[in-house]
């Protein structure tokens, strides 16, 4: 087959987009001397499995912040203990980068869009502007990363040979990626999720052999301290605990997140269970989101496969517009110095709690979506039997 010159323009085209998209990135790194907080407390937490020191006991930066990963995470950080820091910064960067590529590439092939080139390259570019992408990048963190694991695992076909393990996996550097074990349990996929349970069994093993001190320490006493993360009333947490105590305008909500997390997080998995398999790895991955204690801004990359279904499944303008909701970042519009985030009037706590409302719709939509499906089958086997 022939294969015509101008096929490849698009691709050239997008490349030189990415590209400056990068070098725009880059600039705005260097001119901001942006720290890279999050790669520092890994970069600590390597060094404190080389040197022996307590994983738990050191805050590193201005912000002093502390380790809050399983042990097993801190095994995969050792080797950015021995890189210099411009180093380790620029390949935070560009790994990313790439890691965002993927999650465009496997984000097309989970929605049921072909993974062009020229597309997931343009996607890309536009990609690292996404707020979640964006503070990802900047901070150095891991999102990308799992969100490249959970998916790539779950949207395998049903019965694949070890699907599930990944997720384990991913839960075994950030806890949270275990919800998804009760949203392969609702859907009847017991196999997939005793598999995960293995992948995490084995992170939990592989952590307690080389470091059984620091295991005992975080699965008894850190994983529950979820104040070492951080304020949870701040405007960076988008969860619903974060919400609620906006919306009361107290630092401690109690039992009023208690109750809507275990409401949102039932529906959530009802939805799950209900819905096709596309619909309901978006709802398990919103409602973790949701019902995390915290979920900072940069935890929702999980927007960029969402971007994906809804295009896929003909809903262009709803993409469009949640791709803009994700750009816009009115959450660091509104007053957040200090305590200012407790005392938001009313009319700015849709501005400042942007991703938590987003992700109950996408629930919703997951809920009614399903429901109008079924409706719309049994209008149709009615008209049959007629």
Wanted: charged share 10%.
């Amino acid at each position: 087959m022939t294969v015509r010159p101008h096929s490849a323009i698009p691709a050239l085209v997008a490349s030189a987009v990415l590209a400056l998209s990068l070098t725009a990135l880059a600039v705005l790194c260097v001119a901001l001397r942006i720290p890279m907080a999050d790669a520092l407390v890994y970069r600590a937490e390597g060094a404190a499995v080389v040197h022996g020191t307590d994983l738990y006991g050191f805050t590193v930066t201005e912000w002093h912040l502390p380790a809050t990963y399983p042990p097993f995470a801190a095994l995969l950080f050792v080797p950015t203990a021995w890189l210099p820091l411009p180093v380790l910064k620029a390949l935070f960067v560009v790994g990313n980068a790439a890691l965002l590529a993927l999650l465009v590439h496997l984000s097309c092939r989970f929605a049921g869009l072909k993974p062009r080139l020229a597309y997931v390259l343009a996607a890309t570019a536009a990609g690292i502007w996404l707020e979640p992408v964006f503070q990802t990048l900047l901070f150095g963190q891991v999102n990308l990363a799992l969100a490249c694991l959970v998916l790539w695992d779950l949207s395998r076909p049903t019965g694949a040979a070890g699907r599930g393990f990944a997720v384990g996996v991913a839960a075994g550097i950030k806890i949270t990626p275990l919800f998804f074990v009760l949203g392969l349990l609702v859907r009847g996929l017991r196999r997939e999720a005793a598999t995960a349970l293995v992948g995490f069994g084995v992170t939990v093993l592989v952590g307690a052999l080389v470091l059984p001190c620091a295991s005992v320490e975080f699965f008894t006493r850190r994983l529950f301290e979820t104040g070492r993360v951080g304020k949870a009333w701040i405007v960076d947490n988008q969860s619903l605990q974060g919400l609620v105590a906006r919306l009361l305008h107290t630092a401690e909500p109690g039992a009023a997140w208690a109750v809507c997390a275990l409401a949102v997080g039932g529906a959530g998995l009802w939805a799950a269970r209900r819905a096709d398999e596309r619909r309901a790895l978006v709802a398990t991955a919103f409602t973790a989101l949701l019902i995390s204690p915290i979920s900072w801004s940069h935890h929702w990359v999980w927007c960029v496969p969402l971007i994906a279904l809804l295009a896929a499944e003909g809903h262009a303008r709803t993409a469009a517009a949640l791709a803009v909701v994700f750009t816009a970042r009115t959450l660091w519009l509104v007053p957040h110095a200090g305590d200012l985030d407790l005392q938001l009037p009313l009319w700015q706590q849709p501005l400042a709690s942007p991703y938590a409302l987003m992700g109950l719709a996408v629930v919703g939509w997951v809920a009614a979506g399903e429901r109008t499906g079924q409706l719309s089958a049994r209008s149709s086997s009615a008209s049959m039997i007629r």
